[in-house]
């Protein structure tokens, strides 16, 4: 076997693909129109019990045939169970201005503080933390 024959077979071992060189794995990737997500802080997989949680991934989309098809690589994975009898509940974030405070404040007669909260609890409502104060 020549020098020049065993060059390019220990070429070819060191590479990712075999037959093919760095330059021409990113050629094929421009061709093939794969974007790199930036910035990925975790990727989350849902399942009925149980959710995957990869963190320090790094995410790539490829575009074939009218498809996208992503490619999720890390070495930080975890997996944690999910309790199936509590609900998730949407967090909602409720501002209550001064005006309505004391309004109900001065109308119940309540401190700010509990009309502030009943104000919360009825998520605004003037009429449902009024009811609620002075029933």
């Known amino acids: 076997m020549s020098a020049r ?3 390019r077979r220990a070429a070819k071992r060191n590479q990712n693909i075999p037959g093919m060189s760095q330059k021409g794995m990113k ?23 149980s959710q995957i ?20 690589t890390t070495s930080n994975v975890r997996e944690t169970s999910l309790d199936t009898d509590t609900s998730q509940e949407e967090v909602v974030e409720i501002e ?21 909260e009943a104000l919360i609890k009825s998520k605004g409502d003037l009429a449902d933390a009024l009811l609620s104060l002075t029933t």
């Open 5 to 7: 024959r065993k060059a």
């Open 53 to 72: 949680i990869l963190t320090d991934a790094t995410v790539q989309i490829l575009k074939m045939s009218g498809q996208e098809i992503y490619t999720i």
């Open 96 to 116: 209550v201005s001064d005006a309505d405070v004391k309004f109900i404040s001065d109308k119940a007669s309540v401190s700010p503080e509990q009309a502030r």
């Open 27 to 49: 050629q094929a990737m421009n061709q093939m129109d794969v974007k790199e997500v930036d910035d990925v802080k975790e990727v989350i997989i849902k399942k009925s019990d």
